[in-house]
């Protein structure tokens, strides 16, 4: 029984890692204002409290934000909208990163992040109402 746990708990790890490390990885308060043309990381802070963007806690001492939150050196367009709805939801952050990132049958096979880089936030909200229910 024991092993079977660790087997699973090895393979929830990986897909943690991958998580984390995709399109750009994780950023750290100060780099994350830098790629938004910031002046100060207290302003990230500001964005993450607002609910404009959203943070992973690591260890809960201190947050990091996705890259891929910011497209084309501004926050990724509707991102605080489908933020809004995933949290009325309570989707956890993690959930929410697998949100952005996993392509979705509901989207003929796209993910939410390659829509709204490509401006189609309509699907995106629509898919965001539908999460966590059957089949969504």
Known sequence: MRNAFNRVRLRSIG???????????????????KTLGLRSRQSVSSYRQTKKIFALSKRGRYFLYPAWQVHKGTLLPWLA???????TKKVPPMAVALFFL????????????DLLRRGKHEEVVQHAERYGEMGA
């Open 81 to 87: 909208e489908t933020l809004s709805i995933l949290e």
């Open 102 to 113: 996993t392509p979705a049958a509901a989207l003929d096979g796209s993910r939410p992040l």
């Open 15 to 33: 897909v943690e890692e991958e998580i984390y490390g995709a399109e750009g990885g994780l950023l750290a308060s100060s780099q994350f204002a």
